[in-house]
């Protein structure tokens, strides 16, 4: 089954800071450009960041641009998200999917989604 698997979400405080990690199973991610979304109660799933299949390009949404950081490790097969100075507004079960390519960051362009990890922000 081919799939992401994503982990390392949990409770923090705001201004806290958490590392999400995305690995994949039953193929390698070196060819798929990797996004990370993320998807608060009542709303729609939205585009966070993404990096390209080589980590040569990176994009951000305005919301997260400054405090979180992608990367990606082919040889361990795993991309990650580093979140800094999180809000409360960040609060959401945040997904990462692939797809050929960074642009447009829209949801349709990406699969093999996961089951999500939750990420909570709140004192």
């Known amino acids: 089954q081919l799939q992401l698997v994503e982990s390392g979400g949990g409770l923090v405080q705001p201004g806290g800071s958490l590392r999400l990690s995305c690995a994949a199973s039953g193929f390698t991610l070196d060819h798929y450009a990797i996004g990370w979304f993320r998807q608060a109660p009542g709303k729609e799933r939205e585009g966070v960041s993404c990096?390209?299949?080589?980590?040569?390009?990176?994009n951000y949404a305005d919301s997260v641009k400054g405090r979180f950081a992608i990367s990606r490790d082919n040889a361990k097969n795993t991309v990650y998200l580093q979140m800094d100075s999180l809000k409360p507004e960040d609060t959401a079960v945040y997904y990462c999917g692939r797809g050929p390519s960074c642009w447009p960051l829209f949801r349709h362009r990406f699969g093999s989604w996961g089951q999500g990890t939750q990420v909570t922000v709140s004192s």
């Open positions: 990096i390209s299949s080589s980590g040569g390009n990176t």
